[in-house]
């Protein structure tokens, strides 16, 4: 049985106050002012998650969330969501604000925000108020790969004198804005993998039904959000055709597919009762689903929904997948995996290739004692990278150590007026070069 701990339960575990290098109590002279559009919903767990451990870790620490997103996730207006979380955690209740409009900065505030639109939203606020931030580059919400648009932004948000450090998630991240010369190491910030909303604490595996060991199919899974037409950016178009291909040699391999995505999106008839569509399922259910499970496959590829967009490595459905000791066959576009993963131990590279996806189903179609033993080597490294103390820590120690040694900013009025001169002109430049190309 797995002996689940509940993440608000997790959150409360970590020290207060505690610097976890040294693990010498300080007192932060900055307070630390996290702005958001998103959180409290539990439709975005790792904002949850991160945020909460902010505002239980950090005295003199608030959120400020615009709420914006909250209704379409929840269904709900964003008001109900912040008073159910205030229920929740009485003792944060005057941390979190519900505001939209201008926002009044603290002199003495370190600001924290997630992803490249959110920070370049506001950063004409920060930079008036003259208060220093620190983001996480997330793949997604505005940053694109190669994309001149995002490039302006990342190197605007960079060069402000208000910027202090960021946060990257994946190497091909830290590669992008190193080699194109956007900021300096020392200002970056590796914590691979990103804040999961629950890691079950457990003493012994979770009970599975494996292929091999007295279940006698093999059962491959498909998990997504669907957003293109035919599931392109998440290989679904790509996963079908392996399962078509299969299923005229195997009638003992079965496939589901999670997600919004139904058999009139691609035509499944040939797969009969070998396929089954599960729809969008909440956490609670995966349990129930990967217990029979034994692999889960992701064909993602990059450039689909946008060009440049990309997927961080492994999915966060590979993760939950592993977590439940589901074997992952991944895609690993950027080399993502290197100095995380082993190929072969506790996961199986595959390429965006039909061929290879089978003939790396095949093999392990032959031998259940390795895509076991993989899919147990996964699920213990996927709990070393993703518990809450992994990936927690080192944010934590990043803004303790910022919110004791910073100091205000002073002087940097002249250099945002150059910057937003830079600005403006290269704007329209921009205009001018598009026009001077259509004639």
Not at 416 to 428: A, G, R
Request: proline share 4%.
């Amino acid at each position: 049985m797995v002996n689940k701990i509940s993440y608000e339960n997790q959150i409360k575990t970590l020290p207060n106050n505690i610097n976890y290098k040294t693990n010498l109590i300080k007192q932060d002279k900055f307070e630390l002012l996290i702005i958001d559009d998103t959180f409290p919903s539990l439709k975005s767990g790792f904002r949850y998650v991160e945020f909460t451990t902010y505002l239980h870790e950090f005295k003199n620490s608030f959120i400020i969330t615009s709420g914006k997103n909250i209704e379409a996730l929840d269904k709900k207006s964003a008001a109900d969501v912040i008073n159910n979380y205030k229920e929740k955690f009485p003792d944060l209740s005057h941390k979190v604000t519900l505001k939209t409009g201008k926002i009044h900065f603290k002199t003495r505030s370190l600001v924290y925000l997630t992803f490249l639109n959110n920070i370049f939203s506001i950063l004409t606020q920060i930079e008036a108020a003259k208060v220093p931030f620190v983001f996480t580059l997330y793949p997604g919400g505005g940053f694109l790969l190669n994309d001149p648009i995002c490039d302006r932004k990342l190197k605007r948000v960079f060069s402000s004198p208000c910027f202090k450090k960021v946060i990257v998630t994946q190497l091909v991240t830290y590669n992008y804005i190193i080699n194109k010369r956007m900021c300096s190491p020392e200002k970056i910030q590796m914590v691979f993998g990103v804040v999961m909303p629950e890691i079950s604490k457990i003493n012994a595996l979770p009970k599975k039904h494996r292929w091999g060991f007295g279940k006698p199919s093999l059962d491959i899974c498909f998990m997504a959000h669907k957003y293109t037409s035919h599931g392109q950016d998440k290989g679904y178009d790509v996963f079908i055709k392996v399962a078509t291909i299969l299923h005229q040699y195997h009638q003992d391999i079965y496939f589901h597919v999670v997600g919004s995505f139904d058999s009139k999106v691609i035509n499944v008839d040939s797969l009969g009762d070998h396929i089954k569509f599960h729809g969008s399922l909440d956490p609670e259910n995966f349990d129930n689903l990967f217990q029979t499970i034994d692999i889960i496959i992701s064909p993602n590829i990059s450039g689909k929904i946008f060009p440049g967009s990309f997927d961080g490595f492994p999915t966060a459905s590979c993760i939950e997948a592993a977590l439940r000791g589901s074997a992952i066959f991944a895609v690993d576009e950027f080399n993502s995996a290197e100095g995380y993963f082993t190929d072969g131990e506790d996961i199986v590279l595959i390429q965006y290739n039909i061929k290879n996806i089978i003939d790396k189903i095949n093999k392990y179609y032959t031998r259940p004692y390795d895509l076991k033993k993989i899919g147990e080597n996964g699920m213990h490294r996927v709990r070393e990278l993703y518990s809450l103390e992994a990936q927690m820590k080192p944010r934590i120690n990043l803004l303790h150590e910022l919110t004791y040694n910073l100091k205000p900013l002073k002087n940097i009025s002249w250099k945002v007026f150059k910057l937003n001169f830079q600005w403006k002109l290269s704007s329209i430049l921009n205009i001018f070069r598009k026009k001077y190309k259509k004639i």
